[in-house]
């Protein structure tokens, strides 16, 4: 969804990105109140997944701050893109990554090594 949201208001993503560290007070702490609402929503969401047995148990502070950073420089890199954006896209190779990394899949590996 913040994927989504940044992509049709380009505005407010370079107002994010690129102000994250203004001196202003009031844009320092808006945009302070949004990453941790990303954080917030990221580490919940990691909560329910290790309950569920869904996400392994982990340090879930840690993995939402590198969660939303991976998709603040991923949103950043791509922002400007005149080709436009394919947020599917974007959310399945982000998703893919955070779930296995830069490993090839099982099955890759065995044909790998034939």
Known sequence: KVAAL???NKKLGHIIVREANNHDP???GLIKDFYE???GRTEAALKLGIA???VRPLDTRIAAAAIVGMLEAVVYDL???EDGLDVEHVISEL???QNRGIRPAPADM???KS
């Open 6 to 8: 940044l992509v049709e």
């Open 37 to 39: 609402y990303a954080r």
């Open 26 to 28: 009031e844009i320092s």
């Open 52 to 54: 569920i047995g869904a």
């Open 110 to 112: 065995r044909d790998a």
């Open 95 to 97: 998703t893919e990554f």
């Open 79 to 81: 922002m400007d893109n």
